[in-house]
Each structure stands twice: as C-alpha cells, then as structure tokens.
C-alpha cells in the first residue's frame, strides 16, 4: 500500500485566524499530514507556536524572528533570546530568520548589517543548542548567509522557497544544504527548474501556510493537503515514482529535524 504520509517542513500556524488554524490541525489524520514545522516571526509568535506544540506534539515549534519586517525594538530581541534559552528543549529548530531579500527591495539603501549581526546572534544560539536553523535567504543574499554558517561550523540549515541562481544553487549544493518546495511547483517555471536540478535528499515539501497561491489554489485556503499535489508534480518533474517521493521526503524531514 502506498504511504502517503507527509510533512510541512514550513508553515506559520500562528498566522491563521483560530478557527481555520484549529480546522487544518483537526484534519491532519484525514489528509495524512503527520507532523508540522510552524515557525515563527518574533516573540508573540513564538509564545504561540510554544502552546501549539505543547496542546498537539504533532505540531513542532521553532523560534525566530523573521527578517522581512523592521528590526526589532528595544529589549524585544534579548525577550526573545530568553525565551529560547528557557524553552529551547520544546523547539525543533531556529527559525525563520535569514535576510530581508523582499524589504530591500523596496529600499535598495537599507543597512543590512544590523540584520546580518542579528542573523548570526540566531546561528550562534542553533549551534549552542544543536538545532537546525529555518532560512528565509533569496538570490543574491545566498554567499553572505552560507559564509556566516561556514564560519560557525553549521550543518543543518534548512533554505525554505529557495530561489537563486546556478551560482546560488551551488552554494547550497556544496554544503549539503536541505530547500523546501511550496506548491509553486505546479505553476512557477523557475520552482519546477530547482527540482529538476537540486537532489531529492536534500529536499523536503512545506506550504509556507497562510501564504496564498496562485493559479489553479487561487481560491483554496492554503493547507497541508497541498503538499499532496506538490509531490505529484515533483514525481512528474524528476521522473522518480510518486511512492518514492513520498517517502525519500518524508525520511528527509524526520532526519533533518530529528522527529
Ligand atoms: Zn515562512
């Protein structure tokens, strides 16, 4: 029989209204969705992804503060590096952090030091606590990010909705770095490119959940079941059996983030 079990390597639980959050927990036996890794944006977020993970041990936490969105104030970031440092046995990972590739974009002259600083206060704490970090790196931030997790030694970093260049790419490629494919796949040219060419070990599905898709889910709710479709694209796109990409991403996920 064929397993069909999967695993959103990345969604952000915290951001659904309460009902639809509830509604997509709820369903997870129906649609074959064993574990999810809801990551978080800043404090608040983590509080609740704590709660999430402490109420259903299905759900697993990781703790961030992701970069598109200003740097935070005051004591907000040593709150959050407290929070870690006493809940850091409830969280799989660090994440989502990495480099604001989007807000730069609206403002090619923002400092992106003080981020960097930050960023590699983040790796310092995964690699205190042994844990995988969750990266939000696009394009041209790929060589300042894999640079900073060279000089600390880190293994496990996890590149969620990658996107790069072949230069980009090869970073990743040399360091055994783990992506993750969103259902994108199913419409986006440059997404089924990466799957062509980046090795299924070193790939995992999530759903970057409530992000909205386009095309064909422009009126679906994003949910775990997507993945479902994703991996039947993926299948197609590598020529791999769908059973094998079941599976192969499957057992990526639970070793990576040791589930
Ligand atoms: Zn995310």
């Given at each position: ?36 890794i809801s990551v978080s944006s800043n404090l608040a977020s983590a509080i609740i ?211």
């Open positions: 029989m064929l397993n069909k079990n999967v695993i959103d390597a990345h969604v952000h639980l915290d951001a659904y209204k309460k009902a639809e959050r509830q509604i997509i927990i709820d369903e997870m036996e129906k649609f074959d969705v064993d574990h999810m992804n704590l709660s999430l993970t402490r109420k259903n041990s299905r759900v697993k936490a990781a703790f961030g503060f992701h970069p598109e969105q200003p740097l935070p104030k005051g004591q907000e970031l040593e709150a959050l590096f407290l929070f870690i440092e006493r809940f850091h046995d409830e969280m799989v990972a660090v994440g989502e952090i990495g480099l604001p590739y989007f807000r730069m974009q609206e403002n090619k002259n923002m400092d992106l030091d003080p981020y960097i600083e930050m960023l590699e206060e983040f790796i310092i704490i995964a690699k205190r606590y042994n844990k995988p970090i969750v990266l939000h790196v696009i394009r041209e931030h790929t060589p300042i990010v894999c640079s900073l997790l060279e000089k600390h030694s880190i293994e496990k970093a996890h590149f969620h909705w990658f996107k790069g260049n072949e230069k980009e790419i090869e970073y990743l490629l040399e360091n055994n770095y783990f992506i993750s494919i969103t259902p994108d796949v199913l419409y986006d040219a440059e997404t089924k490119k990466l799957v062509k060419e980046y090795p299924l070990t070193r790939m995992m599905v999530e759903t970057d959940g409530p992000w909205q898709y386009k095309e064909s889910f422009q009126h679906t709710k994003t949910h775990p079941k997507l993945i479902h479709q994703s991996i039947s694209e993926i299948s197609s796109i590598k020529g791999i059996t769908v059973e094998n990409v079941y599976e192969q991403l499957y057992q990526n996920t639970i070793n990576f983030y040791g589930l």
